[in-house]
T-cell receptor, first 110, second 117 residues
């Protein structure tokens, strides 16, 4: 079993839809949770960084962490074609290295 | 400035060539990383430098040789690579690896797309 599981998609939604991206994990030592967006043939761009359980909002993006369920989510409101990318969840214990999910490929159709 | 720069953007090399990838950051970060990413896969950690010292080598073949000349620069020297080494090579940096919240937030560069013929 992988430490981090992420549905690879692909996921296609119409413009304006609410998108929900999810990861589950098995390592209870994970405390820092990140979401990266990666456009085709580019490096990952850090979107959201959260520590422990709770919600964090930044514009159209909301990250949720539920440590009791070992489940994290990224919501994108009013999705735009420019949001079309691969979204990678990543997480780590303190002073250890990142473990990435496999990435979800999202396409927002105009 | 939250930018990590990498050169070159693209590199094509033969199996007998020697080449180097370069990475630079001016955020004052003291931890720097090399990752390898194959198509439709997540990044795989190769090396970590912390305060200019190699702290992690994820059992990477010796044909990849990292170097950290100073706190802003990270190089990856390549020699006698194989076609299966073709991938996107990503550099990242973070404030440090102290384990405090936000201190190990990693910022990635755009990558070097390497093709080995």
């Amino acid at each position: 079993q992988k430490e981090v599981e992420q549905d690879p998609g692909p996921l296609s939604v119409p413009e304006g839809a609410i998108v929900s991206l999810n990861c589950t994990y098995s390592n209870s030592a994970f405390q820092y949770f990140m979401w990266y967006r990666q456009y085709s043939r580019k490096g990952p761009e850090l979107l959201m960084y959260t520590y422990s359980s709770g919600n964090k909002e930044d514009g159209r993006f909301t990250a949720q962490v539920d440590k009791s369920s070992k489940y994290i989510s990224l919501f994108i409101r009013d999705s735009q074609p420019s949001d079309s990318a691969t979204y990678l969840c990543a997480m780590k214990p303190p002073a250890r290295q990142l473990t990435f999910g496999s990435g979800t490929q999202l396409t927002v159709l105009p | 400035d939250t930018e990590v720069t990498q050169t070159p953007k693209h590199l094509v090399m033969g199996m007998t060539n020697k080449k180097s990838l370069k990475c630079e950051q001016h955020m004052g970060h003291r931890a720097m990383y090399w990752y390898k990413q194959k198509a439709k896969k997540p990044p795989e950690l190769m090396f970590v430098y912390s305060y200019e010292k190699l702290s992690i080598n994820e059992s990477v073949p010796s044909r990849f040789s990292p170097e950290c000349p100073n706190s802003s620069l990270l190089n990856l020297h390549l020699h006698a690579l194989q076609p299966e080494d073709s991938a996107l090579y990503l550099c990242a940096s973070s404030q440090d690896q102290g384990g405090r919240a936000m201190s190990d937030e990693q910022f990635f560069g755009p990558g070097t797309r390497l093709t080995v013929l």
